[in-house]
Structures are given as C-alpha cells and as structure tokens.
C-alpha cells in the first residue's frame, strides 16, 4: 500500500492548495527549467531554500515528502557512482589501489543529486497539493489554445481523467493478483533478472484482461449518460484566477531574476 | 488448538494520513479439520485476518502460531509455509492467466515442484472436484463461463492439496444454482480431505449450513467464536455486528411470535424443521 | 375502451451479437413481446446467461434488435435520432459500482451526464444537489469513489442517472456484487424512486430482491417464460427451480410438508401468510 503514496493528492487546505491549478502548473514547469540554469553554491541555496518556502506551505508532513524521495534514491546513487568512477578531471581527492575519485567527479555527483532532489521537490509540490481532477482541469484549459491546431485537449484532458480515476482501483487489484498468485506459490522474489520478470507474467496477463474489461464497460457507461464528445459540452467546473495566483507569479519572477543575477 | 492467533494488531499504511488499524488485539483458536466461518460486515477486518492466516500479511505485533511455524512482524521466507495454505479470492476468476485450463489448475502444483505426472493427476482429479467435464482441458479459460471460470480457478487451489484452505466470499456474484453447487463441493472436499477450511462470508445461510466453528468480526476485533447455534443465539452480539440470523432462523422465529411452545431456533436444516411441524401437527399443540 | 399507451414496448425482439454465424434458435434473445406501463416497477428476474443483461441494454438502445423493435414513448432505438432521446428517457445502472464512475471526485461524476446534455451551469447545481440529496450522499462531495463503500458507489452511480431527470430507470444487476449492507441502500432506494413515481426496472437473479416488486418477469434459455404480478408468482414460485432460480424458503417448507402428505393449499403472497397458515394447522386440533 505504501508505494501507492508517491505523487498522490493529500486532501489538506493550505495556501499552495487552494491556488489555481494553471498557475501552479506554469510556476512548477517554469521552476523545473529554472533549475537547470543554477551553476553555483548560492543558486542552488536560493532554490532549495525556495522549494523548502513551499514544503512549509503546503503544511504536508516533511516525512511524506522524503518518502517520494525513495522513489529516486537509487537513481541518485546509480548517477554519483557513475560520476565518481568515470569522471576524471580535476585535482585527486581519493586514492584506493582499486579506484581514483577526482574533484570534478564529487562536484558533478553533488550537482546532479542536488538537481534529481529539486526536482522531485517540485514535482511533489504539484501532485501533493493539486487534486487530479485540478490538474487535468487546468491542463485541459492551457492546452485549449492548441485546439486552433487540432489538438484534441478534450479528450486528452478526458483520457487523463480517466487514468488517473483508474490509478487507485487498478493498484489495489495488481495488489490481489500479486497476492493470489503468491499464495499459489508463484516466487517474485528469487531467482536472475530473467526468471523475476518471468514471474510477472501471470500478474500482467491478468491485470490486462480486466483493464480491457474495466474499459469496455465504463465506454458503455459513458454512452448511457450520454457521452459523445467535446462538442456541445458544459462544464461544471470553472477556473478563476486570483490575486494569490497573481502574487505566486510575481515570486516566480523574483526568484528568477536573482537567480540570473547570481549564477555565474 | 493448532491454529493460534496471539495478541495480533495488524496497521495499513502506517506513518501516513491514510494509516488505519485494521486488527486489534485478536485472540482466537481454530481446531485442525474444522470447518470454521468468519463473518462480518465489509470493514471488519475479516479479509485481513485471513491474509494473515495466508501468510500473505505479517502482524504489525503479536504472534500467530500454525503448528510449528511461528509467524511474527519480522518473520521472513513465508514461502515454504504459504505453500501449505491454499487461498481463494474474490472473484478468483480475475487470476487465470494461462493458455489452457488444464496449464492453470496445474500452476500451482508445479510451483509445489510437482512432477508431470503428479501434476496430471492432481489437474484431473480437480477438474472433477469440481464438477468440469475432462474435455475442457484444453480449451482456453477465457472461452468459458463466468461459473466455469470460478471453477477453474477454486480447481487450481484445491490441486494444491492445501492443509489450510481459505475461501474469502466464494459464491460472490454467483447465481443461486452456481451457489448451491459449489457449497456442496465445498462441504465434500473438506470431509474428504480433512483439511482446515476458514470461510470469509456475509452470508449468514453459508455460515449456519457449513461451519463448526463461528468467528464473528466487529471493527477490528473478535466479538465472538463458537459453534453456530453459540453464535446465532446472541441476537445484540450480531446486532452490534450489523448482521442478521440465518433466513431460517428469522423465519422461525417470526413463527414461535404465534406460538406458546416455541421451536427450538437451533434448527438449521429445513428437512428437520419440517420433521418437527409435522410431528407438533400430529400431538396437536 | 381507451386506449393506454404504453412507455416501452417490445414486439417481436430477437437478438444475437452474431446473427450470421449463430442458428436462430441459440440466438441471445428469441421472440420476446411485453409492454411496460409508466411508473410500473418490474423485475426481470433469469439466471446467469440467460439473456437478461442483454435485454437490459436493448432499453436504451446499448443494442438495437437483430428483428422486431423497441419503443420508448414516441421513440424507436432502431434510428440514430430515436436513441438520442431514449438515452435521455432512460437512465441505467451497471453491475460493477467500480466501472461506471467516470469522475473523480462524487460531485464531478454527478456532472458528467449533465455536462454531455449541455446543462448550463447555473441549473447543473441545484439538480446535482438534488440528486445527492435523494440518494444520501450529501456531505461526500469532494471525496474520491476510491474511498467509498461498494452501497455508496452504486448510490453515486443512481444519483448520476437521476441528475439527468430520466423517466425510467434501468438497474442491470446493480446489487448483485454488493454486500448486504449496500444491497439494502440500493433496494431501498429503489423502492423509494418506484413511490416517488418513476418507472423502475430491476434485472436480478435473486429470488428475495424479485418479490419487493409488483410485477415478476422471467427470463431463462432466452425466451421469455412468466410475466406475473409478483403475489401470484410467490404461489407458484417452487416453478422458478427448474431454471436453477431461487424458491422462497416459505413456499420450500410448504413443497417438503407436501411430501410428508401434509397438504396446504391456501394460496400466499408472502412470507406472513405462509407463517399464518401453519399456525393453523399446528392449532386445527
């Protein structure tokens, strides 16, 4: 059950929760890039003081936040590894018989934890405040634009709602088949790479086989109420941009530009 | 007393907003051989004692003791024991994966390490456990229906021979004539067999018509363990419980509401209750 | 004599998924012919496979007859422009309280039929409280289906269909994978919908849930076989075992008293006159 808790919604009120799905969208999106424009100490002070600013305000519990982080720990392990063996410039910090660790090597290992850490920060910040049917709201309306193009951001917005209504039930039935499966001795725990992903097979075959069903029958469902498209739809749910969303902006902006004055 | 759960809590998602505590201090004895019933309503905690039972789940605390096996929070390696309990899920026809039926009955004894030959002879003698005629073998699971699906899948279990089954609400969804027959399988293979059967069911018929042993499951806890007639002669335990008595029991006594000797509410087979009106309209009462 | 128009009316429906490759007489549905009156509240009662999914989706126009036609009203589900009225007629509720819940959150879903209408916002309000309202769910919502009970799924599921202000409402074997509890909200419920006057057609296999209606239709080996007003058939229910259907425990103990050559032959309705009839005999001495 605990995996389930990675990137969900935490129905709480906070200031970050109850701000327009669009702007939080823009904010996070525009700070993920931002991110890659930090080069030194003092920038990456600034955004992690930033992103430390919206762990408080989110009023989420700081150990939820270091749970996601279980999610990249080892792709932050498997990169500083990398950089440490394989890069080999700059002055020698470690000699071992076996292995040399250069300075440029630990410089490049903190500075991508360092970015995998903000950006997870972020990323949690928008699922953790934002509830899925917000984010597909809000994706939904920047995207509408793209209509004039073709680009269909009903139904892209739709299919997004749908799979993210699906998440829980499809986890809790991968959930019961792993078991049932467990309980006729099926062993996903031993064995080479090979034989572990072998061992999934009569967990996905089921699991697929019900998706297709689960599909089918909520396509009839929809068709019952009614559903036939984008075209001639109302909507109940309306988007308003407030004077919150407009200080986030601002603050956006800030951060911005002392970054840029910073960096070297 | 074989089967022995010790002071066992168990938590879900423990140290989040979602924790729950779904077990408190569950003290309970199963007999070897019985056929005993768990009832209780959705939320009871039912399904996770017999996932613990399953070893498919370990106690956030407490101990659980099936024979020699002690199982703990920090228990590992369940493997060997899990192959001893044989479990049947919910809806069990959602797990079939394989090609053929006969290549689904067999997983499980293949995983026991069966040879081919054993593996065979235990899909066959299944496959008329439960009533599926031997020409299905290799037909594709998913070309059948619903109930021979169900059949299938409660076939791969029992292939197992396991010492312990656990039928978590088996008839589900089934029709009553689908229901009717895998009760009566079910009440053969346990005489046969003698091995420990612990049912999951909200359906207070089954548990009154199958078991020698009644659990009964409020909120977390064990209200009350005993035989049927125990269990069903506590109206506010089950009250409290958000449970009713068997229909014959109701039935009854709506009845005894009209007479001045009552009929005894311990009778649970029709044929009996019809015995005793009969005998009562002779002797005139 | 004048004349009543019926709501809905089937003449001469046949049905297969494939009639080219099937032999007429396995067809799905074979030759079925009723009418149902506004404010009617009927169960169609068949085990499972007998055809009575299928006929449930020919009501709205899900399936369009192989022969024959369905009206509804004014409207044919046989063209295009007729089913898009008969989809607003007719509101229906699934088997499954997971599949059917397209939204996220309770309020949202209540919408979602109301949004495809083109429903402007000011009047989706009030309708959606409203039909939250009828169905007991005020109070849920923002809550996510996830997090409700399989009674309150099927709750949001009525409460979705009622926003959209059907004439007929169409349960599709909505109860049959609830636990007691929630299979009682949603009969209830029912009940109440059939006394505020809606039409409600209820497809089950359960013998229990077909006797709370007026009218009892059966449907076994694809055709229709008893069209009868559900006190009538109670007499005579001890028919319904020969398609593996459910006989109420009252008329059972009456067939067993038979055999013991103890005959009672007053017709019954239900359950208290059966518990009446024997208290006389018991008392005829």
């Known amino acids: 059950m605990n995996s389930v808790m990675i990137g969900q919604y935490i129905p709480i009120d906070s200031w970050l929760h109850r701000l327009d799905p669009r702007s939080k969208c823009i904010f996070v999106f525009c700070m993920l890039i931002l991110i890659f424009f930090a080069n030194n100490v003092e920038t990456y002070t600034l955004l992690l003081l930033v992103g430390l600013m919206g762990v408080a305000l989110s009023r989420i519990s700081v150990l939820l936040f270091l749970r996601s982080m279980k999610l990249i720990i080892w792709m932050i392990l498997f990169t500083t590894l990398f950089h440490l063996i394989f890069t080999q410039s700059g002055s020698i910090v470690l000699q071992t018989p076996i292995l040399t660790i250069y300075e440029e090597g630990v410089r490049q290992a903190a500075i991508i934890s360092v970015r995998f850490i903000l950006l997870m920060i972020f990323a949690s910040l928008l699922m953790f405040t934002t509830s899925p049917i917000d984010l597909t709201d809000g994706l939904e309306s920047l995207l ?51 034989r572990r992903v072998k061992a999934y097979i009569p967990v996905l075959i089921p699991l697929m086989i019900s998706s297709f069903r689960r599909a089918e029958d909520l396509a009839t469902a929809m068709e019952a109420r009614g559903y036939a498209g984008g075209v001639g739809r109302t909507k109940l749910r309306v988007l308003s941009i407030r004077r919150a969303d407009i200080l986030l902006l601002v603050c956006f902006a800030i951060v911005a530009t002392a970054l840029f004055w910073m960096r070297k | 007393m074989e089967i022995s759960f010790q002071d066992i809590t168990y938590t879900y998602s423990i140290g989040t907003p979602f924790e729950h505590r779904a077990l408190q201090a569950i003290q309970v004895q199963f007999n070897q051989g019985d056929y005993v019933a768990v009832i209780g309503k959705t939320g009871s905690g039912k399904s996770t004692l017999v996932q613990l039972l399953a070893g498919l789940l370990l106690p956030t605390s407490g101990v659980l003791q099936v024979w020699d096996t002690r199982i703990h929070s920090r228990s590992k390696k369940l493997g060997e024991y899990r192959k001893k309990v044989g479990v049947v899920f919910q809806y069990p026809e959602h797990q079939l994966f394989e090609e053929t039926v006969a290549k689904d009955i067999g997983f499980g004894p293949k995983n026991l390490g069966c040879d081919v ?94 078991a020698e042993q009644i659990v009964l499951m409020s909120d977390g806890k064990v209200i009350a363990t005993g035989r049927p007639v125990d269990i069903f002669r506590n109206l506010p335990n089950l009250q409290v419980s958000g449970l009713d008595v068997p229909d014959v029991t109701k039935w009854i006594m709506s009845l005894n509401q009209k007479l001045s000797t009552p009929i005894s509410t311990e009778i649970y087979e029709l044929s009996t209750l019809v015995d005793e009106l009969i005998h009562r309209g002779r002797r005139g009462s | ?152 799924k099927q709750r949001l599921a009525i409460a979705g269909v009622l926003a959209m202000n059907p004439e007929i409402i169409v349960f599709d074997e909505s109860t049959s994978m609830l636990d007691p509890q929630g299979r009682e909200e949603v009969r209830e419920l029912m009940k109440e919908l059939h006394q505020q006057g809606q039409t409600v057609i209820h497809i089950t296999h359960s013998a229990q849930e077909a006797f709370l209606a007026e009218r009892v239709i059966v449907i076994a080996h694809h055709r229709l076989q008893l069209d009868y007003p559900s006190r009538d058939l109670y007499n005579q229910s001890n028919l319904l075992e020969q398609w593996g259907l459910e006989v109420p425990l009252p008329i059972r103990v009456r067939a067993l008293l038979k055999n013991q050559g103890v005959e009672l032959n007053e017709p019954i309705g239900n359950s208290d006159e059966m518990v009446a009839q024997i208290w006389r005999y018991l008392s005829k001495t």
């Open chain 1, 144 to 194: 509408s634009p793209l209509r004039r193009w073709r680009f269909p951001a009903h139904e892209f917005a739709m299919m997004m709602s749908i799979a993210l209504r699906f998440i829980p039930t499809l986890w809790a039935e991968t959930d019961k088949i792993i078991k049932a499966q467990k309980a006729r001795g099926a062993d996903f725990e031993s064995g080479n790479v090979y």
């Open chain 3, 1 to 152: 004599m004048k004349h009543i128009k019926s709501l809905i009316e089937l003449s001469g429906v046949w049905f297969d998924y494939h009639p080219d490759r099937q032999m007429k007489e396995q067809w799905a549905l074979q030759d079925i012919n009723l009418t149902i009156q506004s404010g009617e509240y009927v169960v169609v009662m068949g085990p499972n496979g007998s055809g009575k999914s299928t006929f449930a989706r020919l009501l709205n126009g899900l399936l369009i007859p192989t022969e024959g036609e369905v009206r509804v009203g004014d409207f044919s589900t046989s063209n295009g422009l007729g089913r898009f009225h008969i989809r607003r007629k007719v509101g229906m509720v699934f088997q499954n309280p997971d599949n059917q819940i397209v939204a996220t959150t309770v309020r949202d879903d209540v919408a979602f039929g109301l949004e495809n209408l083109g429903i402007p916002r000011e009047e989706m309000i009030p309708r959606i409280e409203r039909a939250l309202e009828v169905v007991g769910l005020v109070g849920f919502e923002n809550r996510e289906p996830a997090h409700l009970s399989g009674g309150q």
């Open chain 2, 117 to 210: 030959a054993e593996i065979e002879h235990r899909v066959s003698e299944a496959m008329s456990w439960v009533g599926l005629s031997p020409d299905l073998r290799d037909r594709s699971p998913f070309e059948l229906s619903g109930g021979q699906m169900r059949r299938v899948a409660i076939a791969g279990v029992l292939a197992m021979r396991p010492d312990i089954l656990i039928l978590d609400e088996p008839t589900a969804g089934l029709d009553f004539r689908g229901q009717r027959d895998l009760l009566s399988i079910l009440k053969r293979f346990h005489q046969h067999f003698g091995c420990t059967v612990v049912h999951v069911t909200h359906n207070m018929n089954e548990a009154a018509e199958l």
